[in-house]
């Protein structure tokens, strides 16, 4: 059974950080790229950040220099380290796959709170 758990969000204040995690299990993890995603209240979701199974990174243009995407393949993990957020930035963020036909199931999601 495929699960992907996030965890790490919370209430930060514009300029702060925060990482992110998220443990897949169920899947080979390792030979998996994955992403992340967020969604904003009334917004569509949206790719931030992706990983390549050999660790080539790729982000959203207006996210790149604040956010960095990497994994751990020895604990099933992918983290995403987001530095000088925004309020913009606040939304609820989920881990899969990058390409919609191979998503799993997603998880919970984490929230971020970004106060300014």
């Known amino acids: 059974q495929v699960r992907l758990l996030e965890s790490g969000g919370g209430l930060v204040q514009a300029g702060g950080s925060l990482r992110l995690s998220c443990a897949a299990s169920g899947i080979i993890f390792s030979s998996s790229a994955m992403a992340w995603f967020r969604q904003a209240p009334g917004k569509q979701r949206e790719l931030v950040a992706s990983?390549?199974?050999?660790?080539?990174?790729n982000y959203a243009d207006s996210l790149k220099g604040r956010f960095t995407i990497s994994r751990d393949n020895a604990k099933n993990t992918v983290y995403l380290q987001m530095n000088s957020l925004k309020p913009e930035d606040a939304a609820v963020y989920y881990c899969?796959?990058?390409?919609?036909?191979?998503?799993?199931?997603w998880g919970q999601g984490t929230q971020v709170t970004v106060s300014s």
């Open positions: 990983i390549t199974s050999s660790g080539s990174t």
């Open positions: 899969n796959r990058p390409d919609p036909y191979y998503w799993y199931p």
